[in-house]
């Protein structure tokens, strides 16, 4: 069961975590990056991505030594409009950031920018790289590979990562639009959210051996890692409800993050080599376009702007009261989020606990 949940807010939160990054050989100033965006994706609502991630992901990682915490980032290539970047299995978070700005001061000169990164870690919420460029009046496209997870339409091997290929655009009204999706039925952070709650997952989001669907969250996870289950593609399984678009944008974000800058793919990013952890070798790829190349900033936000009312505004399903468009729902989960902060269940507060005293980090308090 979820258990006893408290709710702390940001700024505590994020300190404790620029320190818990700092206690594991990440500089200040990287800390404060990662910190920022994992606290941006508990503001948002997404808590698959957020602190809930700082552990496992991140400091586990580093401990065991797969994951560098002084990221040293290499140019391996540039052209006007592009660059290739080697991570060298550093901080994805903070390798990422300095993509994402490399694209927008690119696309500034010359209208479109992109870049691509090898040999990176997990970075965090996609939609991040994506605000980045709307705060510059800018279109923000993004994705990533990651380790194998999903199975290809009519099989059950976990192949591809959750990959998802994400965009984001700046509208005339209080948010703006950010489609920041896995190409999968869910993925892995969500499972793990379950697991939490001691609750079993719905229908259809994961493949067993046998071709069928399997619930049961924390052998799931387990055979995740195994091989002996495979999350679905968007649409699901087989061919009847299109899961072979959610396979297709899946192995376009992993071409696009492996075969652009000779990176690692598929079954090379499964972070193991014999039995034991070796770094996982993620790629990502970054696209920045200047709106003002092609029209007036103002006249896309007011277009985009009516796009979005109109779609909202359309005749609704029996029963349902409302119709959303991408990024509303993060803005609603800010605005309730913004004077409580972020929840944190049982079995993040005991990872919070552990973080706290493996690294001596007295001088914080919470109440659990």
């Not at 500089?27 to 552990?55: F, M, N, P, W, Y």
């Not at 091989?227 to 061919?239: D, M």
């Not at 072979?244 to 492996?258: H, N, R």
Request: with cysteine; net charge negative; charged share 25%.
């Amino acid at each position: 069961m979820e258990g006893k949940v408290h709710w702390i807010d940001f700024k505590t939160l994020e300190d404790f975590m620029v320190d818990v990054f700092i206690g594991v050989g990440v500089v200040e100033e990287d800390a404060r990056v990662c910190a920022d965006i994992l606290i941006t994706s508990d503001k948002r609502g997404i808590d698959s991505h957020g602190i809930g991630r700082l552990k496992p992901i991140y400091v586990d990682r580093i401990r065991q030594g797969i994951m560098n915490p002084v990221t040293k980032i290499d140019i391996v290539r540039e052209g006007p409009t592009t660059m290739v970047l080697d991570a060298n299995n550093g901080m994805g978070l903070v390798a990422s950031k300095y993509a994402m700005n490399k694209a927008i001061e690119k696309a500034k000169s010359y209208g479109m920018g992109m870049v691509a990164v090898r040999n990176s870690s997990h970075y965090g919420i996609a939609g991040y790289y994506s605000l980045m460029a709307i705060e510059r009046g800018m279109i923000g496209i993004t994705g990533t590979n990651a380790r194998p997870s999903i199975a290809p339409t009519f099989g059950v091997e976990n192949m591809l990562g959750t990959n998802p290929l994400t965009f984001g655009m700046p509208t005339d009204e209080d948010f703006p639009f950010v489609l920041d999706c896995a190409s999968s039925v869910s993925q892995r952070g969500k499972i793990e959210v379950y697991e939490r709650e001691g609750k079993e997952i719905p229908e259809g989001w994961v493949i067993g051996e046998d071709g069928q669907s399997r619930t049961d969250t924390s052998k799931i996870l387990e055979d995740l890692v195994k091989g002996g289950a495979a999350l679905t593609p968007l649409g699901g399984i087989g061919e009847d409800q299109a899961g072979y678009k959610g396979y297709g944008y899946a192995t376009v974000v992993e071409i696009l993050s492996a075969a652009l800058q000779g990176g690692a793919f598929l079954k090379a990013l499964s972070g193991m080599d014999q039995g034991r952890p070796v770094a996982h070798r993620l790629g990502h790829f970054f696209i920045a376009i200047d709106i003002e190349a092609f029209i007036g900033l103002d006249d896309f936000k007011r277009t985009t702007g009516q796009i979005l009312r109109d779609l909202r505004a359309s005749k609704k399903a029996p029963g349902q009261d409302r119709i959303y468009t991408a990024g509303e729902k993060e803005h609603l989960a800010w605005l309730y989020r913004k004077d409580r902060g972020v929840p944190v269940n049982e079995a993040l507060q005991r990872d919070i606990i552990d973080l706290k005293e493996s690294l001596k980090l007295d001088k914080y308090s919470f109440p659990f």
